[in-house]
């Protein structure tokens, strides 16, 4: 039986976004969008929901504030741009958090902690398949092979002409696979972009500069397009 859910968001555009990702998780039905916390209450009045896709920030009322106010919720999931609220959210006992912008990889994370729910095993998009259980990994084509990547293990991913380069802990893999693809599904909160033929695994990096980080001893260049966005980026994790 599918997963029925009902999106809550003042803004169209993350209701669009977060629909269509929705669309690529078997089991999972939207079967409400709303703009706002008020005219979620009808719909759960008149609707079986069980599970909430809920934004912090929006008028009116907050998400948070909604959530009080709800005797018995479904299960919530909290979609915001603003991580401040993270604490508040999980003493309301929402099932998981995510940090704006939504990533296919990261929302298929929090899907797979509804209880009784199987995991979703596989998203498949051309020369790569990304598995989700309880050790994330990667399929890539190599030459006429699929080859087994653990998303732990990536420390950085190059682009090299028409190719990305896998750098991990233990190989390097060439697979034909642009590197927005790699952008896109992996989660940006691990993954971050820091030249336009470079992203770099958050956790890997050992220091950094005003146009470089050192992973493995290496320095990669920071692009002067991203630098403002990733020296920030970097700062933010220094204070956490």
Same mark, same amino acid.
Do not use: W
């Given at each position: 039986m599918d997963i029925r859910c009902?999106?809550?968001?003042?803004?169209?555009?993350?209701?669009?976004?977060?629909?269509? #990702?929705l669309l690529k998780i078997p089991g999972i039905k939207v079967v409400a969008k709303c703009q706002s916390a008020i005219e979620a209450y009808s719909i759960l009045k008149n609707q079986v929901?069980?599970? #909430?896709? #809920?934004?912090?920030?929006?008028?009116?009322? &907050?998400?948070?504030?909604?959530?009080?106010?709800?005797?018995?919720?479904?299960?919530?999931?909290?979609?915001?741009?603003?991580?401040?609220?993270?604490?508040?959210?999980?003493?309301?006992?929402v099932m998981d958090y995510i940090i704006k912008p939504v990533t296919l990889n990261r929302?298929?994370?929090?899907?797979?902690? #509804?209880?009784?729910?199987?995991?979703?095993?596989?998203?498949q998009a051309g020369d790569v398949e990304i598995h989700v259980?309880?050790?994330?990994?990667?399929?890539?084509?190599?030459?006429?092979?699929?080859?087994k990547v653990f998303i732990d293990n990536i420390e950085y991913i190059e682009s090299i002409k028409d190719y990305s380069?896998?750098?991990? &802990?233990?190989?390097?893999?060439? &697979?034909?696979?642009?590197?927005?693809?790699?952008?896109?599904?992996?989660?940006? &909160?691990?993954?971050?972009?820091?030249?336009?033929?470079?992203?770099?695994?958050?956790?890997r990096i050992e220091s950094y500069g005003s146009s470089f980080v050192e992973i493995a001893g290496i320095e990669l260049p920071i692009g002067r397009s991203y630098k403002e966005k990733v020296i920030s980026e970097l700062k933010k994790l220094a204070h956490l």
């Amino acid at each position: 039986m599918d997963i029925r859910c009902a999106i809550i968001d003042d803004e169209a555009i993350a209701i669009a976004v977060l629909d269509k #990702l929705l669309l690529k998780i078997p089991g999972i039905k939207v079967v409400a969008k709303c703009q706002s916390a008020i005219e979620a209450y009808s719909i759960l009045k008149n609707q079986v929901i069980d599970l #909430l896709f #809920l934004d912090i920030e929006m008028p009116d009322l &907050t998400g948070i504030d909604f959530l009080k106010t709800l005797d018995n919720p479904p299960k919530v999931i909290i979609t915001s741009a603003n991580k401040n609220f993270a604490i508040e959210g999980f003493e309301l006992n929402v099932m998981d958090y995510i940090i704006k912008p939504v990533t296919l990889n990261r929302l298929l994370k929090a899907v797979n902690k #509804l209880p009784g729910k199987e995991d979703v095993s596989v998203v498949q998009a051309g020369d790569v398949e990304i598995h989700v259980d309880s050790s994330e990994f990667i399929y890539v084509k190599e030459n006429k092979k699929m080859v087994k990547v653990f998303i732990d293990n990536i420390e950085y991913i190059e682009s090299i002409k028409d190719y990305s380069r896998i750098i991990t &802990t233990r190989k390097k893999v060439v &697979t034909k696979q642009q590197l927005s693809f790699f952008e896109e599904k992996l989660d940006n &909160t691990l993954f971050l972009r820091i030249h336009r033929s470079i992203i770099v695994s958050v956790k890997r990096i050992e220091s950094y500069g005003s146009s470089f980080v050192e992973i493995a001893g290496i320095e990669l260049p920071i692009g002067r397009s991203y630098k403002e966005k990733v020296i920030s980026e970097l700062k933010k994790l220094a204070h956490l």
